[in-house]
């Protein structure tokens, strides 16, 4: 059953007013300053071999992003990760790695730092001593090449390798330690919210006084016991149709949706990222990345995770067969028992980066503007709001009667019921996906 994820509201694009020439005559000012700051770092990109158009093209991207030139460059996919950082370590006179073996890093909690911005990790080597592998920026280069000039001893001790080789050792180094806190950190922390136990002891003893009262009931009274049950269930059941029809009312006087104006004006925008959690569903890889390109986010502001389990070797082919873009990172779990979504995601929340994060299933189609009407809707409310929930809509519920009933029970839901109870602030279940959270508030409470 495929399902669409579309925005929280109607989407309506419009562009700020025009208020004149002095706002316009600040906007260029401003891209002006943008490109002297630009300019060295655009001088060393032409000396290490890349096209002057390509650096004005990612310098007007860097100038709306608020990032650098080489930041884009590098999330563009025009140059070769492994290339680009080849070149700077022939600029700076030191060996290049491109891959490091995960057992010359000594694991820790702090190492996992390297998973959000890779920068440096010390390798230690048997019979020598330790050497750095560095990420550097293009705009330190010459420091650091100057440095090497004058310390020969500094090409022993340092390589240069790209931020794609420290993550993947990284993943590997610290994977057995942070599969141990996915299965097991939420019950060691906070016991009570954990489904390990399934029945407290006061539960059990509850459920056992209520069992054995209606054993006694029915042996005792049998027919009076009918009667409770009946008001009982007939009661839960009127409940259910009061709620539908108080909904319904809500949504005559309240409406069952409101516009949501989303500037298109050029802004910096935060690091956004994407977690799917996939397994064992090679044949929707295909679609699923096709679906997550189209969305309307900057490259360089995008991290998206496709989390599936180290032995998935038929998926993990199948994504390596697509070859998606440097905005893609491919998380592989530890083989360990359970294998479910929440341990998989769990296991990747510590490589997020962005300061926002959404998780889709493998079989979504999210709506391109999704992630800009969720940003959208965080920066307009307070802190204190965690989490967004997108509506799900069947996109096949015309093919058949059950798909219909299908695509009903879902607008019902996400389209009248959900938003009622969030109005009245009331608990409301989320679904398994398009689930938006800001990342510092999803870690604090464990994740």
């Not at 316009?24 to 990109?45: K, P, Q, Y």
Request: hydrophobic content about 45%; aromatic content about 6%.
């Amino acid at each position: 059953m495929w399902t669409r994820e579309y925005g929280f509201a109607r989407l309506v694009a419009h562009r700020l007013p025009d208020t004149g020439r002095s706002e316009r005559g600040a906007v260029s000012a401003a891209r002006t300053r943008d490109f002297a700051r630009f300019r060295h770092e655009a001088l060393l990109l032409k000396a290490l071999g890349i096209s002057k158009p390509l650096i004005a093209c990612m310098a007007q991207r860097a100038a709306v992003t608020g990032t650098s030139i080489e930041t884009e460059v590098l999330a563009s996919g025009a140059i070769d990760e492994e290339a680009y950082y080849g070149g700077l370590a022939r600029m700076a006179g030191l060996p290049f790695v491109a891959e490091i073996p995960d057992g010359m890093i000594n694991d820790g909690p702090a190492l996992d730092c390297q998973l959000k911005e890779p920068t440096l990790v010390r390798l230690h080597c048997n019979g020598r001593a330790p050497v750095i592998a560095l990420v550097p920026k293009i705009t330190h280069i010459e420091g650091l090449a100057s440095r090497v000039k004058r310390s020969a001893c500094l090409g022993e001790t340092i390589v240069i390798t790209t931020p794609s080789a420290i993550r993947r050792a990284v993943w590997k180094a610290g994977g057995e330690r942070r599969g141990r806190v996915a299965v097991h950190g939420l019950f060691q922390a906070t016991q009570p919210l954990s489904a390990r136990t399934v029945v407290t002891g006061d539960q059990g003893f509850s459920a056992g006084l209520l069992i054995s009262g209606l054993l006694m009931l029915l042996a005792l009274a049998p027919q009076l016991l009918m009667i409770i049950l009946h008001l009982i269930l007939s009661l839960f059941h009127l409940g259910g149709l009061m709620l539908r029809l108080a909904v319904l009312a809500h949504t005559r006087r309240h409406g069952s949706e409101h516009e949501t104006m989303l500037q298109s004006a050029d802004m910096a925008l935060p690091i956004y990222s994407v977690m799917v959690a996939i397994y064992r569903e090679a044949a929707v890889v295909p679609q699923l990345i096709a679906a997550l390109d189209e969305i309307d986010w900057p490259r360089s502001r995008l991290d998206i995770k496709l989390v599936c389990e180290a032995d998935d070797l038929e998926t993990l082919a199948a994504i390596a067969k697509v070859r998606p873009g440097p905005h893609f990172e491919v998380v592989e779990v530890p083989a360990m028992q359970p294998r479910t979504k929440p341990k998989a995601l769990t296991y990747a929340l510590a490589g997020a980066r962005g300061e926002f994060i959404t998780i889709y299933d493998a079989e979504d189609r999210p709506h391109p503007q999704q992630l800009r009407e969720a940003y959208h809707r965080f920066r307009l409310s307070s802190d204190k709001l965690a989490c967004l929930q997108s509506p799900l809509v069947i996109a096949n519920g015309g093919e058949s009667w059950l798909s219909a009933v299908f695509a009903l029970e879902y607008a019902a839901l996400f389209r009248r019921l959900l938003p009622a109870l969030g109005f009245y602030r009331m608990p409301l279940p989320l679904g398994g996906t398009s689930n938006h959270f800001r990342t510092a508030a999803l870690t604090g409470c464990g994740g």
